[in-house]
């Protein structure tokens, strides 16, 4: 589900990505791990009240890969077993940018694009009100930060920064 949020663009994207880098510690070129990532994320500032758990597939529904929902004492980010191995052990790149897209859900929030509850979207809500587009376009922008990554091919980017073939042509077009 997704829901109406403040309008942002892709320039102020770029700008959250380059501060979650350095506030994680990454240079803006390097790649992140997101599963090294997801277990330090505890110890990061802003971070401290991010859980996360591998759960069964059949717990999440079928076209549901990961989730990060709101609780009591922070944020907890559920992931299917398949997609935390494939990320892990085979270095799967679309479920790499699904695990960091979860982490970029709290990151969103702490910049203030939380969700307008009474508002979901519909289909005349502009893209950069939605808040399920602004967490993938930030997650995109982390993985495969833009400055370092425009003059490369898909075939580099996913190479470097070990995301898929439908992350790195989506890269390139934007």
Same mark, same amino acid.
């Given at each position: 589900?997704?829901?109406?949020?403040?309008?942002?663009?892709?320039?102020?994207?770029?700008?959250?990505?380059?501060?979650?880098? &350095?506030?994680?510690?990454?240079?803006?070129?390097?790649?992140?791990?997101?599963?090294?990532?997801?277990?330090?994320?505890?110890?990061?500032?802003?971070?401290?009240?991010?859980?996360?758990?591998?759960?069964?597939?059949?717990?999440?529904?079928?076209?549901?890969?990961?989730?990060?929902?709101?609780?009591?004492?922070?944020?907890?980010?559920?992931?299917?077993?398949?997609?935390?191995?494939?990320?892990?052990?085979?270095?799967?790149?679309?479920?790499?940018?699904?695990?960091?897209?979860?982490?970029?859900?709290?990151?969103?929030?702490?910049?203030?694009?939380?969700?307008?509850? &009474?508002?979901?979207?519909?289909?005349?809500?502009?893209?950069?009100?939605?808040?399920?587009?602004?967490?993938?376009?930030?997650?995109?922008?982390?993985?495969?930060?833009?400055?370092?990554?425009?003059?490369? &091919?898909?075939?580099?980017?996913?190479?470097?920064?070990?995301? &898929?073939?439908?992350?790195?042509?989506?890269?390139?077009?934007?």
């Amino acid at each position: 589900m997704d829901y109406e949020t403040k309008a942002t663009n892709r320039h102020d994207l770029r700008l959250y990505a380059k501060l979650f880098r &350095s506030i994680c510690g990454y240079k803006q070129d390097e790649p992140i791990d997101p599963i090294e990532l997801l277990d330090r994320l505890p110890e990061i500032e802003g971070f401290e009240n991010v859980r996360y758990e591998i759960v069964y597939n059949n717990e999440l529904p079928g076209n549901v890969p990961a989730r990060c929902i709101p609780t009591e004492e922070g944020f907890l980010i559920q992931i299917k077993e398949t997609v935390y191995k494939g990320a892990y052990e085979k270095k799967t790149g679309g479920y790499r940018m699904h695990i960091m897209h979860e982490i970029m859900h709290p990151y969103a929030d702490t910049l203030g694009f939380k969700p307008v509850f &009474s508002r979901q979207v519909t289909d005349d809500t502009p893209i950069y009100c939605r808040l399920e587009w602004i967490v993938k376009a930030l997650a995109g922008e982390v993985m495969m930060p833009y400055k370092a990554t425009k003059d490369m &091919s898909a075939k580099e980017i996913i190479e470097k920064y070990g995301v &898929s073939k439908t992350a790195a042509n989506k890269r390139l077009k934007y």
